[in-house]
C-alpha cells in the first residue's frame, strides 16, 4: 500500500526533526468474539485475495517456467480469466470501490487517488507520492485517506459488500483494505509518532465489517498472536501480516462468510522495475500455499471455501528518461493560473490538476476558455492518447495528434456486450469501437467497456473537468506528482492497464460479466447458494 508507505516515510522526516514521540495507544478490539460464521449457513465461505496490480501475463510466464504452483493449482481447479475489464481511472481506491459496491465511480463518488472538490475549493489526496503529500500537507492527506475517504466520499447511498452481507445476516471481515465501510462500529488507533505533527485525534470511530484488520491501526490480534506490523513492516500494510492473519482466522475457526484480503506489495515492485518482473508473483504465490496449508492440504481448502484472486489494475511499461515519458501537464498549460498544491482556488485560479499516473483531470475553475478550447491545446502532444468531457449530455472525446472527434451519449439503439445502450456521433473509431450495424451492437476492442467506464469518471463528482489518458509508455505529471521513468504505471483507459486477472476456485458458478463491478453480485449470489455435492467435492 503506497499510499501508508509514503505517509510513513514523510511522518517519520517530521517527527525526527519535531521530537513528537511518545507510547503508542493499543487498540481494543472484540472481533474475534463475532467474527465467526453462523454454523448453519448452507453455503461455503468466500474469502476474496485481491492482490495490487498483478497480470494474467505474470501468471502465464511463471507457470510456464513451472515457479508458480499454487496458482497452477487453483487453475487447474477452478475458472482462469485473464479479461477481467477493471474500473476507471485504473487506480486503487476507485477500483476498490467499484469491487467492493458493485458501480462505477458515477455511482460510488470516489474518482480516483487525487481529485478536486468544488465543494472544498482543493484538491482531495489519499497519498499519491512524497513530494505531493509535502505539499498538500500531511494533515490533509491522512485525513482524507484515514477519515473521509470511508466517511464522507464514498457515497452512502451505495452499499457496500459488508453493509448488504450484514443485512442477511452474514458475517465479514476485512484485513488491510482501504474500502471498509460496514455496519459494526470499530476503534482506529493513531500511533503517536503520527498524532504529533497532525490534528489526528489519538482515537476515531469508524463502521466496518465484523472482523476488521487495518495494519497496526486495527489489529484485532493484538495480544493473541505476534504480527508484523513495526515501522519498518510498513505498520502491517505488507503481505505477509495480511497472510498471518488469514490464517489464525482459518486454523482457528473463526473464518467469516466473507473475507476480502489485500496484498499491496506486488504494486511496489512494479512501479519501480516495470511490469515484466516475476519476482514478487513467485513470493506471493508461496503466501497463497501457506493459506492453503491452514486449511489442512490445497484440497480441504477448496472443499471448506471459495478462494477467488484478482488483480486490481494492469501496468504499463513506462519509457525511460531519454524517451521523453513524462508529460508535463503546467508546462503545457503555462498561460493558465494553476492551482499549487495545498492552496485552495480562488477567483483568479483558472485551472487545477490532478493526476493519476497515466491518467489526469483537469479542471476548468475561471478562466473563459471552454475545456475544448483547452482540449485544443493538449491534443498537440501525440504522447497523449485522448482527451474527454461532458457537455449538454453528450460526452466529447478528442484524439491527440488528430482532429478526429467522437460523442455518445447513454441510451439508444446500439448495444454492447453487457447490455448497456448508446447514441453514438460519428468516428466512433477514436475509441476503438467495432460497430455491426445490421445488429445494431458494438464491440469493445482496445479500450474494454470504454463508454461506460469514462461515462463513469466524467460523471463521478461535481465539477467542470477534463479526462485525460495517457498513450502506453507515457505518464502525466504535475507540479509535484510522482513519476517512473524506466518502471511502471496505470491510471489510463487502454486495455493494457484495464484487463486483470481473476481465478475462481471451488465453485463452478461463473460471474455473469468479466467486469469489476459484476464480482459483488456474484459473491452474494455465491454466498446464497446452497451447497450441492459437485460444490463439496470440487
Not at 501508508?4 to 513528537?20: A, D, F, M, N, Y
Not at 508458480?68 to 476498490?96: A, E, R, W
Not at 482527451?387 to 472527434?405: D, L, M, P, R, Y
Not at 441510451?411 to 456521433?425: A, M, P
Request: hydrophobic share 35%; aromatic share 8%.
Amino acid at each position: 500500500m503506497r499510499i501508508i508507505s509514503w505517509l510513513i516515510w514523510i511522518v517519520l522526516l517530521l517527527t525526527s526533526c519535531s521530537g513528537c514521540y511518545g507510547n503508542e495507544a493499543k487498540p481494543k478490539e472484540d472481533d474475534l468474539l463475532h467474527v465467526k460464521s453462523k454454523t448453519d449457513h448452507p453455503s461455503k465461505k468466500v474469502i476474496l485475495i485481491l492482490v495490487d496490480s498483478l497480470m494474467y501475463q505474470s501468471i502465464d510466464k511463471g507457470i510456464q517456467q513451472n515457479k508458480l504452483p499454487t496458482l497452477k493449482f487453483l487453475i487447474d481447479h477452478g475458472q482462469y480469466y485473464k479479461d477481467l475489464v477493471s474500473s476507471f481511472p485504473t487506480m486503487s481506491v476507485t477500483i476498490d470501490s467499484s469491487l467492493l459496491t458493485g458501480t462505477y465511480p458515477d455511482q460510488h463518488r470516489v474518482p480516483g487517488l487525487i481529485w478536486y472538490s468544488a465543494k472544498e475549493n482543493k484538491i482531495i489526496n489519499y497519498g499519491t507520492g512524497p513530494m505531493e503529500i509535502l505539499k498538500h500537507g500531511v494533515d490533509p492527506v491522512l485525513s482524507n485517506a484515514m477519515i473521509h475517504l470511508n466517511g464522507d466520499h464514498l457515497n452512502a447511498q451505495t452499499l457496500t459488500m459488508y453493509e448488504q452481507l450484514n443485512k442477511v445476516g452474514l458475517k465479514t471481515g476485512s484485513i488491510n483494505g482501504l474500502i471498509y465501510r460496514g455496519t459494526v462500529e470499530h476503534t482506529l488507533t493513531i500511533p503517536e509518532w503520527i498524532k504529533g505533527p497532525t490534528s489526528l485525534p489519538a482515537e476515531l470511530k469508524v463502521k466496518g465489517p465484523d472482523f476488521l484488520s487495518l495494519g497496526s491501526f486495527s489489529n484485532p490480534l493484538e495480544g493473541v498472536k505476534k504480527m508484523p506490523d513495526t515501522l519498518t513492516r510498513r505498520m502491517g500494510f505488507n503481505n505477509e501480516y495480511a497472510v498471518e492473519s488469514v490464517k489464525y482466522l482459518v486454523r482457528n475457526n473463526k473464518l467469516p462468510d466473507f473475507l476480502y484480503v489485500y496484498l499491496p506489495e506486488l504494486d511496489h515492485e512494479l512501479h519501480k522495475k516495470g511490469p515484466s518482473v516475476i519476482d514478487g508473483v513467485i513470493k506471493m504465490d508461496k503466501q497463497l500455499q501457506s493459506i492453503l496449508n491452514a486449511f489442512g492440504s490445497s484440497k480441504e481448502a477448496l472443499d471448506q471455501a471459495i478462494i477467488i484472486i484478482v488483480g486490481d489494475s494492469g501496468m504499463s511499461a513506462i519509457l525511460p528518461d531519454g524517451k521523453h515519458p513524462v508529460i508535463d501537464l503546467p508546462q503545457m498549460l503555462h498561460n493558465y493560473s494553476i492551482l499549487q498544491p495545498g492552496a485552495e482556488a480562488t477567483s483568479a485560479t483558472d485551472i487545477a490538476l490532478a493526476v493519476n499516473e497515466t491518467m489526469a483531470y483537469v479542471y476548468k475553475l475561471n478562466t473563459k476558455d471552454s475545456l475544448k478550447d483547452i482540449a485544443e491545446i493538449m491534443k498537440e502532444d501525440t504522447r497523449i492518447d485522448f482527451i474527454s468531457w461532458k457537455e449538454s449530455g453528450w460526452i466529447h472525446v478528442i484524439q491527440a495528434g488528430t482532429s478526429k472527434e467522437f460523442t455518445y451519449k447513454p441510451n439508444g439503439d446500439i448495444t454492447d456486450s453487457y447490455g448497456q445502450s448508446w447514441t453514438l456521433g460519428s468516428n466512433p473509431d477514436v475509441l476503438d469501437l467495432h460497430i455491426n450495424k445490421p445488429q445494431n451492437t458494438l464491440e469493445y476492442r482496445e479500450y474494454p467497456d470504454a463508454l461506460k467506464r469514462l461515462y463513469g469518471a466524467l460523471n463521478s463528482h461535481e465539477g467542470d473537468f477534463l479526462v485525460v489518458s495517457a498513450k502506453q509508455g507515457y505518464e502525466l505529471s504535475g507540479e509535484s506528482s510522482p513519476t517512473h521513468k524506466g518502471g511502471g504505471g496505470h491510471g489510463a483507459l487502454h486495455r493494457t492497464e484495464s484487463l486483470v486477472p481473476l481465478i475462481i476456485s471451488g465453485t463452478n458458478d461463473k460471474p455473469d460479466h468479466a467486469r469489476i463491478v459484476d464480482l459483488k453480485s456474484y459473491i452474494l449470489r455465491l454466498l446464497a447458494k446452497p451447497l450441492g455435492k459437485s460444490e463439496t467435492t470440487n
